[in-house]
């Protein structure tokens, strides 16, 4: 059966000794930083600080972080491979939500002159650096296409500066950003509506952080994965609907062209960012349920929110490169940030692999993430980063083997380049598979590989013999 709320995933990881509770008193402005960035680059367990100086709510951060954690939040064996390959199969037939009249998250509504974001959120200072407290960024933002009239939830960062108004980064091409282009074009000078759900059930944060093929919307993908309708409820304040079992709901309006300075704040990619103009977002209601849990996290490198991000990306990629003849697997590595790609293949024609990556810089849906796209044979594993480090190590002859295309689309948070000079770049392709159209021209055969695998499993078989544990 699927996770009712995100409490009933917190016992099972409790349960299971992945779930830590801090009892002392934590100072928001630093302590819950430092703590985070311990048990991440330590691959550390949950944790929720349940006394935040000055605060009533507890944090959770660190939720899922890990592929046990992931597989656990997906109910799918902890195996990679495996978990792709389920999640492609589940989303090919998304479940229409359950629409409800109430939930847990109405438990507590407050409206117009009375929301205070003070009140219900601990100011976390999430990186020395950071402009102030950020919502998350693992607050799920809602929004609607104003022409087809279907849902996105995506997870864009909020700076708070009132208690009634935050920043909120939502750019194009992501689906929010569309639809608040859109939203300008059709109701010009008035606001459109956006909610914000944090602290939901893993299926639909989840779904939240991927990247998905609209329509239908994350909501109907998250039904999918969890083999079950999600229940949704709508908001107080417009036509916009979340997950009724939601610890926090925000509701609020944003107008399109109302910008503030916002930021630094540390991204995804492991650097600080740069202080820069975003849109408003102005707070109408807070809705949340009694005792809320405050779900964020410490955005960098590596993060929970750039490993679901990247797995997300996987899950996408994954079906449309495995349709190309001769492709094996691919994979996105959380150490790329969203930047690489890694394929293993077996080569059936001269220039194969260079169709292969070009295929990949054109897909319509993520092409624009990859500054570089890394091609192995199909006996690599392509998530183990030594072998493919070995491949390319082994086989890569620079002038014939690397290919470079100017004046692409990128990702703007890329720290390669400065601000100014963002969201354009040269990408690079690397054909890392053994050269044996060389060897063919000349007659000759490559070199075999050592490996000697029939010797292997004869030792393997009797390991107790050596007595040697690993």
């Known amino acids: 059966m ?34 985070c960035k311990k048990l991440i680059d330590e691959g550390g367990p949950a944790v929720i600080f349940e006394k935040v100086k000055g605060h009533k709510v507890p944090v959770l951060a660190n939720l899922i972080g890990t592929l046990e954690r992931l597989a656990l939040a997906l109910e799918m ?8 390959e389920e999640w492609i199969k589940r989303t090919e037939h998304p479940i229409p939500p359950k629409i409800v009249k109430a ?9 117009g002159d009375k929301v205070d974001l003070n009140a219900i959120f601990p100011p976390v200072i999430w990186h020395k650096g950071d402009g102030g407290p950020y919502i998350g ?36 091409p992501q689906h929010g950003g569309i639809h608040l282009q859109k939203w300008a074009r059709m109701y010009p000078g008035k606001p459109m509506p956006v909610a914000v759900a944090i602290g939901t059930e893993p299926c639909y944060l989840a779904t939240g952080t991927a990247k998905l093929r609209h329509p239908p919307g994350e909501e109907e993908y998250a039904g999918a994965l969890r ?39 540390g991204e995804y990619t492991g650097h600080q960012g740069e202080a820069q103009m975003f849109n408003v977002f102005r707070l109408k209601a ?74 990949i810089w054109g897909d319509i849906d993520l092409g624009h993430f990859f500054r570089y796209v890394i091609v192995v044979d199909d006996n690599i594993d392509i998530r183990d980063p030594d072998r493919v480090g070995w491949a390319v190590s082994n ?44 060897y063919e021209a000349e007659g000759t055969q490559a070199p075999p590989l050592c490996d000697d695998p029939d010797i292997k499993a004869r030792v393997v078989a009797q390991w107790q013999k050596y007595g040697i544990k690993l």
């Open 137 to 172: 960024t693992l607050g799920l933002q809602v929004t609607k296409d104003p022409e087809q009239g279907w849902q996105n939830v995506g997870v864009y960062r909020q700076m708070v500066r009132t208690k009634n108004e935050t920043g909120l980064y939502m750019p194009v």
């Open 77 to 84: 064996p902890a195996d990679d491979r495996k978990i792709t």
């Open 395 to 438: 086989y890569v002859q620079p002038d014939r083997d690397i290919m470079i295309a100017p004046r692409c689309i990128i990702d703007g948070l890329d720290p390669s380049m400065p601000y100014s000079k963002r969201f354009t770049t040269a990408k690079w392709g690397v054909d890392a598979t053994m050269p044996t159209e060389e």
């Open 103 to 111: 939930g847990p998250c109405k438990e507590n509504i407050v409206m």
């Open 227 to 265: 083999k079950e309708p999600l229940e949704l409820v709508r908001c107080e304040t417009c036509d916009l609907y979340v997950p009724a079992t939601s610890e926090i709901v925000l509701e609020g309006e944003v107008y399109p062209d109302e910008l503030k300075p916002d930021g630094p704040f």
């Open 2 to 35: 699927p996770y009712r709320d995100l409490r009933e995933f917190l016992a099972l990881l409790e349960k299971k000794g992945l779930l830590a509770r801090v009892k002392a008193e934590v100072d928001p402005s630093w302590e819950i930083n430092g703590v």
């Open 286 to 359: 807070i809705t949340h349920r009694n005792n809320p849990i405050f779900h964020g996290e410490r955005e960098g490198y590596p993060s929970e929110s750039i490993y679901l991000w990247l797995k997300g990306m996987e899950y996408v990629l994954y079906p449309k490169v495995m349709k190309l003849p001769g492709v094996v697997d691919v994979h996105i590595p959380r150490h790329s940030c969203g930047f690489k790609a890694i394929v293993s293949m077996k080569k059936l024609w001269p220039g194969h692999v260079n169709e292969v990556i070009h295929a």
